[in-house]
């Protein structure tokens, strides 16, 4: 399956596809889906889709989610936190 988000043309409307795609990829996790987010904004294959779909023209594809049932359902071994948390801060000039 695949799912395309679209959000009608705002000042948010990245950050609320986002938003959506994130809960889409949780929604399918819980469900013991595999699922990976594809981008689709400002990619040259957007208009492509959307005509595709016949998505109104006040629209733009923020995301493309490919979803499916996982070959293996193992877990990933999880590191130590010190390996990979870092308090560093930027340092300028």
Request: charged letters at 25%.
């Given at each position: 399956v695949c799912l395309a988000v679209f959000c009608q043309d705002t000042k948010y409307y990245?950050?609320?596809?986002?938003?959506?795609?994130?809960?889409a990829l949780l929604a399918?996790?819980?469900l013991g889906l595999g699922a990976c987010w594809v981008a689709g904004d400002k990619k040259d294959y957007a208009p492509r889709v959307a005509k595709v779909l016949n998505a109104p023209s006040d629209r733009k594809l923020v995301s493309l989610i490919a979803i499916g049932w996982p070959e293996s359902t193992?877990?990933?071994?999880?590191k130590d936190p010190k390996e990979i948390v870092h308090q560093e801060k930027f340092?300028?000039?």
């Amino acid at each position: 399956v695949c799912l395309a988000v679209f959000c009608q043309d705002t000042k948010y409307y990245l950050e609320d596809g986002c938003a959506a795609t994130t809960q889409a990829l949780l929604a399918a996790a819980a469900l013991g889906l595999g699922a990976c987010w594809v981008a689709g904004d400002k990619k040259d294959y957007a208009p492509r889709v959307a005509k595709v779909l016949n998505a109104p023209s006040d629209r733009k594809l923020v995301s493309l989610i490919a979803i499916g049932w996982p070959e293996s359902t193992e877990k990933a071994s999880k590191k130590d936190p010190k390996e990979i948390v870092h308090q560093e801060k930027f340092r300028h000039g």
